[in-house]
Each structure stands twice: as C-alpha cells, then as structure tokens.
C-alpha cells in the first residue's frame, strides 16, 4: 500500500502570512495605545483612555502576545528559508501547530472582547460624546480580527506540514 501523499506549504508563503499577521496586530496595537478622547462632563472634563476598560486592556494584551509569537515564527521561518532546515526538527512541528491554534483563538477572544465592549458602550446614553474613541476602537478589534484571519491561515498551514502517519 502506498503512503498518503504528502501536501506542504511552501516556506515562503507561510513567511509572508506571518508577516501580515504582525502587520495587522502592530497597527492594531498603535491604533488602541494612542486611542484617547477628552469628554465634557458635568463633573468636567474627562479624558478617556484604553486603560480605563478591562476589554481594551485585554485587546492590548493579546495583541502583544500574538506579535511576540509571530515574531518568533517569523525568525524560524527565516531560518528554514536560509538554512533550508527546521529548527527543532520535526518535533518542531508540533509547537507550530498547538501554538498557531492557540494563537489565533486568543486573538479572536481579544477581538471579541473588544467588540462587545464598544457595543455595550454605545448603548449607554450620551455615547455620542465619545463616539470617536468608541469607533477607533472598534477599528483596532477589526484589525485584530483580520490579525486572526491570517493566523488562521497559518495554523492551517501548519497543519499540512505535519508529517503524515499511517
């Protein structure tokens, strides 16, 4: 009998996935730390911060932990594409696979997170006052959601790089 075929994905591709991933999660991340707004209170002026909210905090988080791991596999897979072997070996694969799956549902429960919270503040009377802030970071949880579209793809594709056993 013969052995499954065996389909990869070329190392240049999943190079260039990672790389758009930390390109979304870096803009993503810019976009939610310099996201603030100055509001007229009755009590005055308040200025509103990311860090006022437990969900956008958690968006930050995830962000910096999925470009620290994207980092990461970036420099591994510049050194397959320049060395031509896999740090790690085999056994390697097994990190690039749990850790990509981990990864991506992390950003997308950071994304989540993020949504919801805006859209509970939106419900919240006089949220006109600072629609600003609200959509701004409603764009830095989109950009963290395209962040895990791509990180998808790539625990697809490292999912095909599994060595296949009968």
């Known amino acids: 009998m013969t052995p499954p075929p065996t389909s990869t994905v070329p190392p240049y591709v999943s190079l260039i996935v990672r790389i758009l991933t930390l390109i979304c999660l870096l803009i993503s991340f810019i976009v939610i730390a310099t996201n603030n707004q100055t509001v007229s209170t009755v009590a005055g002026d308040v200025k509103i911060k990311f860090k006022d909210f437990y969900a956008y905090r958690y968006l ?29 070996g085999e056994g390697f694969l097994l990190f690039d696979f749990y850790g990509d799956k981990f990864i991506s549902y992390f950003l997308v429960t950071g994304a989540a997170a993020s949504f919801g919270m805006t859209q509970d503040l ?22 963290c959601l395209i962040g895990f579209f791509f990180a998808v793809a790539s625990s697809i594709f490292s999912s095909y790089n599994l060595p296949k056993r009968i």
Do not use: C, H, P, W
């Open 122 to 143: 939106k419900q919240l009377e006089g949220s006109d006052n600072y629609s600003k802030f609200l959509n701004t970071s409603n764009a830095a949880a989109s950009l």
């Open 60 to 88: 930050i988080a995830t962000v910096i932990i999925g470009m620290a791991y994207t980092l990461l596999q970036i420099a591994f897979s510049i050194s397959l594409l320049t060395t031509g072997n896999r740090i790690g």
